[in-house]
Protein backbone atom coordinates (compact mmCIF):
# COMPACT_ATOMS: atom_id res chain seq x y z
CA UNK A 1 0.00 0.00 0.00
CA UNK A 2 1.54 3.39 -0.57
CA UNK A 3 1.56 5.47 1.78
CA UNK A 4 2.01 9.52 2.54
CA UNK A 5 2.72 9.77 6.17
CA UNK A 6 2.50 13.42 8.87
CA UNK A 7 4.29 13.41 11.63
CA UNK A 8 1.17 14.38 13.99
CA UNK A 9 -2.61 14.11 13.55
CA UNK A 10 -3.01 16.98 15.97
CA UNK A 11 -0.43 19.47 17.18
CA UNK A 12 -1.01 22.55 19.60
CA UNK A 13 0.87 25.47 19.83
CA UNK A 14 1.59 28.93 21.19
CA UNK A 15 1.62 32.26 19.34
CA UNK A 16 5.42 32.91 17.92
CA UNK A 17 6.87 29.82 18.42
CA UNK A 18 8.66 27.37 15.48
CA UNK A 19 6.57 24.55 14.21
CA UNK A 20 7.70 21.69 11.62
CA UNK A 21 5.31 20.06 9.85
CA UNK A 22 7.03 16.58 8.56
CA UNK A 23 5.67 14.60 5.76
CA UNK A 24 7.46 11.41 4.24
CA UNK A 25 6.44 9.62 1.02
CA UNK A 26 7.24 5.83 0.40
CA UNK A 27 6.51 6.19 -3.63
CA UNK A 28 9.42 7.54 -4.79
CA UNK A 29 7.46 10.54 -6.21
CA UNK A 30 9.79 13.74 -7.29
CA UNK A 31 6.55 16.27 -6.74
CA UNK A 32 5.56 16.56 -2.97
CA UNK A 33 3.03 19.97 -2.15
CA UNK A 34 1.50 21.29 1.24
CA UNK A 35 -2.02 22.01 1.31
CA UNK A 36 -3.76 23.95 3.61
CA UNK A 37 -7.58 23.75 4.13
CA UNK A 38 -9.92 26.03 5.87
CA UNK A 39 -14.07 26.14 6.01
CA UNK A 40 -15.18 27.51 3.12
CA UNK A 41 -12.15 28.19 1.64
CA UNK A 42 -11.27 24.34 0.13
CA UNK A 43 -7.37 23.32 -0.64
CA UNK A 44 -5.53 26.03 -0.77
CA UNK A 45 -1.25 25.60 -2.03
CA UNK A 46 1.13 26.60 0.09
CA UNK A 47 4.61 25.00 -1.52
CA UNK A 48 5.24 22.68 -3.37
CA UNK A 49 8.54 20.79 -4.58
CA UNK A 50 9.78 19.16 -7.91
CA UNK A 51 12.92 17.83 -7.00
CA UNK A 52 15.39 17.24 -3.75
CA UNK A 53 16.14 21.29 -3.07
CA UNK A 54 13.66 22.95 -5.21
CA UNK A 55 10.86 24.46 -4.19
CA UNK A 56 8.01 26.94 -5.57
CA UNK A 57 5.59 28.86 -3.92
CA UNK A 58 2.16 28.13 -4.36
CA UNK A 59 -0.66 30.42 -3.90
CA UNK A 60 -0.68 31.58 -0.27
CA UNK A 61 3.05 30.94 0.65
CA UNK A 62 3.62 33.85 3.38
CA UNK A 63 4.29 32.75 6.71
CA UNK A 64 5.28 29.33 5.58
CA UNK A 65 8.42 28.17 4.49
CA UNK A 66 9.93 24.32 3.56
CA UNK A 67 12.82 22.09 2.98
CA UNK A 68 13.37 19.28 0.84
CA UNK A 69 16.53 17.77 1.71
CA UNK A 70 15.90 14.30 0.48
CA UNK A 71 13.79 13.16 -1.78
CA UNK A 72 11.06 11.16 0.64
CA UNK A 73 10.68 14.00 2.96
CA UNK A 74 8.65 17.45 2.69
CA UNK A 75 9.01 19.40 5.86
CA UNK A 76 6.32 22.81 6.25
CA UNK A 77 8.07 25.31 8.44
CA UNK A 78 5.77 28.05 10.75
CA UNK A 79 8.89 30.50 11.51
CA UNK A 80 6.75 32.42 13.94
CA UNK A 81 3.20 30.61 14.34
CA UNK A 82 0.25 32.96 14.08
CA UNK A 83 -3.41 32.41 15.03
CA UNK A 84 -4.18 32.75 11.45
CA UNK A 85 -2.70 29.59 10.78
CA UNK A 86 -4.59 27.39 12.98
CA UNK A 87 -5.44 25.25 10.09
CA UNK A 88 -5.57 21.24 8.49
CA UNK A 89 -2.55 20.78 6.77
CA UNK A 90 -2.59 18.45 4.19
CA UNK A 91 0.54 16.65 2.07
CA UNK A 92 0.63 15.31 -1.01
CA UNK A 93 2.99 13.11 -3.49
CA UNK A 94 2.69 12.51 -6.90
CA UNK A 95 4.76 11.50 -10.41
CA UNK A 96 5.03 13.47 -13.51
CA UNK A 97 2.96 12.23 -16.15
CA UNK A 98 -0.43 14.23 -16.03
CA UNK A 99 -1.96 10.92 -15.19
CA UNK A 100 -0.63 10.20 -11.82
CA UNK A 101 -2.55 10.03 -8.90
CA UNK A 102 -1.57 12.33 -6.01
CA UNK A 103 -1.93 10.86 -2.71
CA UNK A 104 -2.13 12.98 0.17
CA UNK A 105 -1.63 12.24 3.72
CA UNK A 106 -4.03 12.09 6.79
CA UNK A 107 -3.63 16.05 7.65
CA UNK A 108 -2.36 17.69 10.43
CA UNK A 109 -4.80 19.57 12.69
CA UNK A 110 -2.33 22.78 13.80
CA UNK A 111 -4.16 25.01 16.75
CA UNK A 112 -1.72 27.51 17.35
CA UNK A 113 -3.27 29.83 20.54
CA UNK B 1 -6.05 27.34 -16.20
CA UNK B 2 -9.46 25.89 -16.98
CA UNK B 3 -11.54 25.78 -14.11
CA UNK B 4 -14.35 23.35 -13.15
CA UNK B 5 -17.76 24.42 -11.75
CA UNK B 6 -19.96 21.69 -9.86
CA UNK B 7 -23.05 21.91 -7.71
CA UNK B 8 -22.34 23.14 -3.93
CA UNK B 9 -24.08 19.47 -2.77
CA UNK B 10 -26.17 16.74 -3.52
CA UNK B 11 -27.99 14.55 -1.57
CA UNK B 12 -28.73 10.73 -2.55
CA UNK B 13 -30.62 7.75 -1.50
CA UNK B 14 -28.75 4.57 -0.04
CA UNK B 15 -27.85 1.78 -2.82
CA UNK B 16 -29.41 4.22 -5.81
CA UNK B 17 -26.91 5.54 -8.85
CA UNK B 18 -25.92 8.84 -8.07
CA UNK B 19 -24.78 11.46 -10.61
CA UNK B 20 -22.36 14.39 -10.07
CA UNK B 21 -22.13 16.61 -12.61
CA UNK B 22 -19.06 18.93 -13.55
CA UNK B 23 -18.75 21.56 -16.24
CA UNK B 24 -15.58 23.16 -17.89
CA UNK B 25 -16.26 24.90 -20.62
CA UNK B 26 -12.78 26.51 -21.14
CA UNK B 27 -11.00 22.66 -21.17
CA UNK B 28 -7.95 22.47 -23.46
CA UNK B 29 -7.19 19.58 -25.76
CA UNK B 30 -4.76 18.27 -23.40
CA UNK B 31 -6.27 18.51 -19.83
CA UNK B 32 -7.06 15.54 -18.44
CA UNK B 33 -10.41 15.48 -16.35
CA UNK B 34 -9.45 13.68 -12.74
CA UNK B 35 -11.96 12.96 -9.55
CA UNK B 36 -10.78 13.13 -6.39
CA UNK B 37 -12.79 12.50 -2.78
CA UNK B 38 -12.75 13.77 0.58
CA UNK B 39 -14.04 11.85 3.30
CA UNK B 40 -14.60 12.85 6.68
CA UNK B 41 -11.50 13.61 8.53
CA UNK B 42 -9.74 12.40 5.88
CA UNK B 43 -7.34 13.67 3.33
CA UNK B 44 -8.32 13.56 -0.52
CA UNK B 45 -8.05 10.22 -2.37
CA UNK B 46 -8.20 9.55 -6.36
CA UNK B 47 -11.29 8.08 -7.58
CA UNK B 48 -10.69 8.21 -11.07
CA UNK B 49 -9.78 10.26 -14.34
CA UNK B 50 -10.15 10.15 -18.03
CA UNK B 51 -8.70 11.59 -21.22
CA UNK B 52 -11.68 11.93 -23.95
CA UNK B 53 -13.24 8.02 -23.32
CA UNK B 54 -15.57 6.92 -20.74
CA UNK B 55 -13.36 5.18 -18.38
CA UNK B 56 -14.72 3.04 -15.58
CA UNK B 57 -12.87 1.17 -12.71
CA UNK B 58 -14.09 -0.42 -9.46
CA UNK B 59 -15.05 2.80 -7.80
CA UNK B 60 -16.85 4.36 -10.03
CA UNK B 61 -17.40 5.40 -13.86
CA UNK B 62 -16.99 8.59 -15.42
CA UNK B 63 -18.56 10.24 -18.74
CA UNK B 64 -17.14 12.45 -20.58
CA UNK B 65 -19.11 14.36 -23.25
CA UNK B 66 -17.87 14.15 -26.76
CA UNK B 67 -17.14 18.04 -27.03
CA UNK B 68 -15.22 17.50 -23.68
CA UNK B 69 -17.33 20.84 -21.80
CA UNK B 70 -18.28 18.39 -19.06
CA UNK B 71 -18.46 14.66 -17.58
CA UNK B 72 -20.57 13.37 -14.90
CA UNK B 73 -19.02 10.99 -12.52
CA UNK B 74 -21.32 7.74 -11.56
CA UNK B 75 -21.70 6.09 -8.34
CA UNK B 76 -23.93 2.96 -9.00
CA UNK B 77 -24.81 1.92 -5.89
CA UNK B 78 -24.00 4.58 -3.04
CA UNK B 79 -23.28 4.02 -0.01
CA UNK B 80 -23.38 5.93 3.48
CA UNK B 81 -19.46 5.70 3.28
CA UNK B 82 -19.40 7.72 -0.11
CA UNK B 83 -20.66 10.72 1.77
CA UNK B 84 -17.97 12.81 1.09
CA UNK B 85 -16.79 15.91 -1.24
CA UNK B 86 -16.20 14.95 -4.36
CA UNK B 87 -13.83 17.41 -6.58
CA UNK B 88 -13.63 17.66 -10.59
CA UNK B 89 -10.37 18.82 -11.31
CA UNK B 90 -8.34 19.54 -14.63
CA UNK B 91 -4.99 18.66 -14.58
CA UNK B 92 -3.21 20.26 -16.80
CA UNK B 93 0.75 19.36 -17.58
CA UNK B 94 2.48 21.82 -15.57
CA UNK B 95 5.52 21.79 -13.88
CA UNK B 96 4.73 19.96 -10.57
CA UNK B 97 1.79 17.96 -11.61
CA UNK B 98 -0.21 20.49 -9.63
CA UNK B 99 -3.73 19.92 -9.05
CA UNK B 100 -6.22 23.21 -8.56
CA UNK B 101 -8.82 21.86 -6.04
CA UNK B 102 -12.22 24.28 -6.32
CA UNK B 103 -15.02 24.15 -3.76
CA UNK B 104 -16.56 20.41 -5.02
CA UNK B 105 -19.71 18.77 -4.50
CA UNK B 106 -20.66 17.24 -0.78
CA UNK B 107 -22.55 14.53 -1.58
CA UNK B 108 -25.23 13.30 1.32
CA UNK B 109 -26.45 9.64 1.18
CA UNK B 110 -29.18 8.94 2.69
CA UNK B 111 -30.31 5.88 4.66
Known amino acids: DVKVTQSSRYLVKRTGEKVFLEC ?20 RLIYFSYDVKMKEKGDIPEGYS ?3 EKKERFSLILES ?18 TDTQYFGPGTRLTVL | DAKTTQPNSMESNEEEPVHLPCNHSTI ?4 YI ?15 H ?26 HRATLRDAAVYYCI ?15 TRLMVKP
Not at chain 2, 53 to 69: H, P, Q, T, W, Y
Open chain 2, 90 to 104: LSPNNAGNMLTFGGG
Open chain 1, 24 to 43: VQDMDHENMFWYRQDPGLGL
Open chain 2, 34 to 48: HWYRQLPSQGPEYVI
Open chain 1, 81 to 98: ASTNQTSMYLCASTGWSP
Open chain 2, 50 to 75: GLTSNVNNRMASLAIAEDRKSSTLIL
Open chain 1, 66 to 68: VSR
Open chain 2, 28 to 31: SGTD
